[in-house]
C-alpha cells in the first residue's frame, strides 16, 4: 500500500459521521476501525454509499456507540444487544454498528463461541475471509490507514475468496463460514481458493450444527445475485446441497433407458433460475424458479414408445413446497402459497401455447393465477431452455399470443380477481334456503357459467342463469 492509495482511501471516510466517529473515539481513548464489508466494497468500487457501516472498537462498543449517537443528534434511537456487546443506530441511510473488539474460541459441537475482549488484531483472526478482515483506522495518529494482516488487499485484486488461518479451524470455529464462501463467490464472482475449497469439501457435514435460520439467510443472497447458478454449482461440488437442501441436490444428473436420456434437471433448473431477472422483489420468483420441478425425480418414468415422462410434478411438487420452507424456517405465509401456486401452475401457458388458445382456457388460467398471472408468465417464459433455437423463437411467438390474450379476455371479463356477481348471501335470500350445499352449488354454476364463456360476467345475465339453474334442482324465488 503506498501513499496516493493511502490518500484514495481517505476518500472512504470522508463523510462527517466518520470524523464524529473519530473524535468520540479520541475523547475516550478508545480505538475504532472500520472494518468488513464495507472497506471491501469501498476498495471494490461496489455500491457502497447506502450500505451498512461496522465499527469494531478496542475497548466498549456500546459505550462509544451512544457517545456518537448523541453527538450526531440527541434523537437517534440505538438498538443495543449487551449480550453480543453490540449497538447500532440508523443515520443517512446508513446503519452503522459498533462492536467491540473480540476474542473468540468455539467448542467442537456447537457454535456458541466462549468471547473475550481482544486487540483488533484479534477480532481480525476471527473473521471469515481476507477480504472481510480489512480495517481502516479512524485514530489520530493514523487515520485512514488501511489495516490489513492477511493481504487482502491482494485476494481483492486476484478476486479471490480465502479464510485467514488454516481453512479447517476458520470452519470448525463456525461452519456456517462454508456457506459464507459460496455467498461471496457468488455475489461479487470471486473465485474460492483452492485450498480454502477443499477444505469445505471436508467439512461440509458439520453444517448440520448450524440452524436453518442462518443458513436461509445465505441462501436467499445466493438467490439474489445475479447469477445464482454458480452459487448452486459449487453448493453441488461442496456436497453442501446434498445436507441442506437434498431435494434439490436430487434434481442431477441424467438417466439412460434404451439410449435415451432427459435432460439433466439440476442444469436446467439452475438456468430457469438465472433467466429471472433479478429485480429488488423477486426472491420468492425465483424460490420458484428453484423449486418448479422439484418432483421431476419423484414422479419420473420411463414409457416404452413415448420416453420420459414427469406426470404430474407439478402438482406433487407444489405439495412439497411448505415441508421445504418449513424446514427451512422460510415464511409459512402468502409467500410460501405464491411459490407453492407458481409451482402448480408453472405448465398451464406452456399447454395454453400449444393448443388453439380458447377463450374460456385463458379465463380459468386468469381465475387461477389471478394477480400472480404475470409472474407466472415470467416463469415459463424463463423456463424455456433448450439449445434449439427455432423452438424458442417458437415458444416465445406462442407466449405473446397467450400474453395478448390475457389482456384482452381480462379487458373484456375482469376474472383476473373474480368476485361473483352474485354472493351466497343474496341467494339465500332469493330462495330462503338455509346456508348449504345447494347454496354452494348455485354459486359455483354461475361462476362455471362464467369462465366457460357461456354467460358474461355481468350481474343481470347472472341473475338469469341462476333462476334457470335453481328451477332444475326445483328452487323458485319467493316473493318478498
Ligand atoms: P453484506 O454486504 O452481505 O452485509 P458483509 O461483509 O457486511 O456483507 P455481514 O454478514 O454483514 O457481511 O458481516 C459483516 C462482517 O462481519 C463481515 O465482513 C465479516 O468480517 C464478519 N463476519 C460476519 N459473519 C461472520 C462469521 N460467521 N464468521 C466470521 N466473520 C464474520
Ligand atoms: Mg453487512
Redesign the pocket.
Known amino acids: 500500500m503506498n501513499k496516493s492509495s493511502y490518500l484514495d482511501i481517505n476518500r472512504f471516510i470522508s463523510d462527517r459521521i466518520f470524523s464524529i466517529i473519530a473524535d468520540s473515539a479520541y475523547e475516550s481513548g478508545v480505538e475504532a476501525y472500520v472494518?468488513?464489508?464495507?472497506v471491501?466494497?469501498c476498495l471494490l468500487g461496489r455500491d457502497y454509499e447506502k450500505?451498512?457501516i461496522?465499527i469494531v472498537v478496542d475497548g466498549s462498543g456500546i459505550e462509544l456507540a451512544i457517545k456518537v449517537a448523541r453527538r450526531i443528534s440527541p434523537g437517534i434511537k440505538i438498538t443495543v444487544y449487551k449480550n453480543f456487546g453490540t449497538a447500532m443506530f440508523r443515520t443517512k441511510g446508513h446503519i452503522i454498528e459498533f462492536v467491540g473488539a473480540r476474542k473468540e474460541s468455539y467448542s467442537s459441537n456447537s457454535r456458541k463461541p466462549v468471547v473475550e475482549n481482544g486487540t483488533l488484531e484479534d477480532d481480525q483472526n476471527?473473521?471469515?475471509f481476507t477480504i472481510?478482515?480489512l480495517a481502516i483506522s479512524l485514530n489520530r495518529n493514523s487515520y485512514g490507514k488501511l489495516i490489513d494482516p492477511f493481504n487482502g488487499i491482494k485476494d481483492l485484486d486476484k478476486r479471490i475468496i480465502r479464510t485467514p488461518l488454516e481453512p479447517g479451524k476458520t470452519f470448525s470455529d463456525?461452519p456456517?463460514?462454508m456457506l459464507?464462501a459460496i455467498r461471496f463467490a457468488c455475489?461479487l464472482e470471486f473465485d474460492i481458493h483452492p485450498a480454502t475449497f477443499k477444505s469445505i469439501k471436508n467439512n461440509a457435514e458439520r453444517i448440520s450444527i448450524v440452524s436453518y435460520e442462518r443458513i436461509t439467510i445465505e441462501l436467499n443472497?445466493i438467490l439474489l445475485s445475479n447469477k445464482p447458478s454458480e452459487g448452486f454449482r459449487l453448493l453441488y461440488e461442496s456436497s453442501l446441497l446434498k445436507i441442506i437442501l437434498p431435494e434439490v441436490y436430487n434434481l442431477k444428473g441424467v438417466e439412460m433407458i434404451e439410449k435415451h436420456g432427459h435432460k439433466d434437471n439440476f442444469e436446467h433448473t439452475l438456468q430457469v433460475v438465472d433467466n429471472i431477472s433479478i429485480k429488488s422483489d423477486s426472491l420468492w420468483l425465483r424460490w420458484a424458479a428453484l423449486l418448479h420441478d422439484i418432483a421431476k425425480p419423484k414422479t419420473k418414468k420411463y414409457i416404452e414408445g413415448t420416453g420420459w415422462t414427469f406426470h404430474g410434478h407439478e402438482y406433487v411438487g407444489s405439495r412439497m413446497v411448505p415441508g421445504i420452507f418449513k424446514r427451512l424456517k422460510l415464511p409459512m405465509d402468502d409467500r410460501m402459497r405464491y411459490v407453492q401456486k407458481l409451482v402448480a401452475l408453472h405448465l398451464r401457458p406452456i399447454i395454453l401455447s400449444q393448443e388453439s388458445v380458447t377463450d374460456s382456457a385463458v379465463r380459468r388460467l386468469l381465475f387461477d393465477a389471478g394477480d400472480d398471472i404475470d409472474d407466472l408468465m415470467m416463469l415459463c417464459e424463463a423456463d424455456i431452455t433448450s439449445k434449439n433455437e427455432k423452438k424458442v423463437k417458437q415458444h416465445l411467438r406462442n407466449f405473446s399470443i397467450v400474453r395478448q390474450k390475457l389482456t384482452e379476455i381480462e379487458e373484456k371479463d375482469h376474472v383476473r380477481n373474480f368476485q361473483p356477481p352474485i354472493d351466497g348471501n343474496k341467494i339465500i335470500q332469493m330462495f330462503d334456503l338455509k346456508p348449504g350445499r345447494q347454496v354452494g352449488y348455485l354459486k359455483e354454476s354461475i361462476k362455471e357459467a362464467i369462465l366457460d364463456g357461456i354467460i358474461p360476467n355481468d350481474h343481470e345475465a347472472a341473475m338469469d342463469y341462476l333462476i334457470k339453474k335453481a328451477a332444475e334442482i326445483g328452487l323458485k324465488p319467493v316473493d318478498k
Open positions: 472494518i468488513g464489508g464495507y471491501r466494497d450500505r451498512d461496522d476471527r473473521r471469515d472481510n478482515a463456525d456456517l463460514r459464507r455475489q443472497k
